[in-house]
C-alpha cells in the first residue's frame, strides 16, 4: 500500500484522538465556570449541529480543493475552537466551532480514500480507517479523562513550570490543541488527488439545491438507499446504545458512572475486531450480503436482559461490537463508492452525515422520551433490540437482491 495512505490514517487518528479528548475537556471548562448541568447534553449538541446545518457545503468544499487540503483547514478551525475556549469564549459557541471543523473535515476524510485508492482496496482501507478512529476514541477518552485530572494536572503544570493562574481544564485544552497540531502536519503530506467532482457555483442557493439533488440520487439509487439506510440506522442507534449500556450497567451490574463508563469501551474493543474481520473476508460486491449481521446485532441487544454477570457483559458487549464493526464497514464502502460514481465523494459523504446525525437527534429522543415516561431499563432494550432487528429485517428483505455492490 503506498505511503500517502497511511499519512491519511495519521492524520485522521490524532484529529479523532484530539476530537473525543476536547469533549471531556470542555465538560471540565463547563463545571469550571459553574454552568447549568443542562450545559453538558447541550455541549454534544452544539457540535452535531453543525453536521446537520452546514451539510449542503461541507461536502461541496471537500469536492472544490484537494482532500488534504481541505483536511488542513478543517483541523485549523477546530484549533481556532480550542482557542476560543482558551479566550473565554462561553465554552458552548467555541466547541461549535469545533464542530464546524469536524463538518467539515468529515466528507474530506472518507472523500479521499475513494479518490486514492481502486474499489477492491476500500473495505480494506474503511477497515484501517474505522478501526484507528475506534482506538482514538477509546484513547481519547483516556487522555482527556487524565489530562483534566487535578494530580496529573498539577505535575505537568510543576514540571514545565506553567503559571499557577492556568486551570486543569485550560491546560488540557492547550495540549489538545498541540494534538491538533500534530494532526495538521500530516495533513501537509496528504499526496494531491485529481479534483474529479468540483462544484459548478459557490453560490449558496445553488449548493442548497445540489446538495437536495444529491440527497435525492442517493436515496434513489438502490444500492446507495441501502448502504444509506444501514449507516444512518447504525449511528442512531451507536449514540444511544452508549446511553442505554450506563444504565444497563447501573440497574444490571450496579455500577457507578465510572465503571459503566469504561464498559462501553468494550463496545469499541469490538467495532475494531469487526472492522478487521470485514476487511478480511467482505468483498465490496458482496457488502448488502452482511446485513443479517445487523439483525443478529439487534438480537444480542435484546439478550443483555438476560445478564447478570460482569464477565458475560463484557463478552456481550464485545459481540454488538464485532457485528457492528462487521457490517458497517462494508456498507460505508460500499456507500462511498456508490457516492464517488453519482456525484462526487465529498457531497455522498455529506448526505450520509446529514441523515446520520439527524438519526441521532431523533434516536436520542426517543430514548429520553423513555426515560421521562420512566419505562423500566427491560422495557427500553426491547424497545431498541426490537427497533434494530425489525428495520434490519426490513432492508434485507428489500434489497437482499442486491448482491453486486460494485458492478455499476
Known amino acids: 500500500m503506498k505511503r500517502g495512505f497511511y499519512t491519511i490514517l495519521a492524520a485522521q487518528f490524532f484529529s479523532a484522538l484530539a476530537d473525543n479528548a476536547l469533549l471531556f475537556a470542555a465538560i471540565a471548562l463547563l463545571k469550571q465556570v459553574h454552568a447549568p448541568g443542562w450545559h453538558t447534553p447541550v455541549l454534544q449538541q452544539a457540535f452535531i449541529l453543525s453536521f446537520i ?15 488534504g487540503r481541505v483536511m488542513l483547514i478543517s483541523n485549523a478551525i477546530k484549533m481556532f475552537g480550542c482557542l476560543a475556549m482558551l479566550v473565554g469564549v462561553n465554552p458552548l459557541l467555541a466547541y461549535g466551532v469545533a464542530g464546524f471543523g469536524a463538518a467539515a473535515y468529515s466528507p474530506a476524510k472518507y472523500g479521499i480514500l475513494t479518490e486514492y485508492l481502486p474499489p477492491e482496496r476500500l473495505v480494506w482501507a474503511n ?55 500534530v494532526a495538521a502536519l500530516f495533513n501537509l503530506y496528504i499526496p494531491l488527488v485529481p479534483i474529479e467532482h468540483k462544484p459548478l457555483s459557490p453560490s449558496p442557493l445553488f449548493l442548497i439545491k445540489d446538495f437536495a439533488h444529491c440527497f435525492k440520487l442517493l436515496w434513489k439509487d438502490p444500492l446507495g438507499q441501502v448502504s444509506l439506510a444501514v449507516t444512518t440506522l447504525f449511528w442512531g442507534a451507536g449514540a444511544t446504545l452508549r446511553l ?60 443483555m436482559m438476560l ?88 432492508l434485507y428483505r428489500k434489497h437482499g437482491h442486491d448482491q453486486d455492490g460494485g458492478a455499476h
Open 53 to 67: 446545518f452546514l451539510a449542503p457545503f461541507v461536502g461541496a468544499f471537500a469536492d472544490s480543493l484537494p482532500k
Open 127 to 181: 477497515s484501517w480507517m474505522e478501526g484507528l478512529t475506534v482506538a482514538a476514541i477509546i484513547l481519547g477518552a483516556i487522555v482527556g479523562g487524565i489530562l483534566i485530572s487535578p494530580g496529573t494536572a498539577h505535575t505537568i503544570m510543576h514540571t514545565l513550570h506553567v503559571p499557577a493562574m492556568v486551570t486543569p481544564p485550560e491546560l488540557a485544552i492547550f495540549i489538545i490543541f498541540l494534538i491538533y497540531m
Open 244 to 303: 442505554l449500556v450506563l444504565a444497563w450497567a447501573a440497574v444490571v451490574l450496579h455500577y457507578d458512572i465510572g465503571a459503566a463508563a469504561k464498559l462501553t469501551a468494550w463496545v469499541a474493543v469490538g467495532i475494531a475486531i469487526g472492522s478487521i474481520l470485514a476487511a478480511r473476508f467482505v468483498k465490496l460486491e458482496h457488502a448488502v450480503r452482511v446485513i443479517p449481521v445487523g439483525i443478529g446485532m439487534g438480537v444480542l441487544v435484546l439478550s
Open 307 to 394: 445478564v447478570t454477570s460482569p464477565l458475560v457483559a463484557i463478552l456481550l458487549l464485545i459481540g454488538i461490537g464485532i457485528m457492528a464493526g462487521f457490517f458497517v464497514v462494508p456498507m460505508n464502502a460500499l456507500l462511498q463508492h456508490r457516492g464517488h460514481l453519482l456525484m462526487g465523494a465529498g457531497r455522498s459523504i455529506a448526505v450520509q452525515n446529514f441523515n446520520e446525525n439527524i438519526s441521532i437527534f431523533v434516536m436520542l429522543a426517543l430514548y429520553a422520551l423513555m426515560v421521562k415516561l420512566d419505562w423500566s431499563i427491560y422495557v427500553i432494550i426491547s424497545v431498541f433490540g426490537m427497533l434494530l432487528i425489525g428495520i434490519m429485517s426490513w
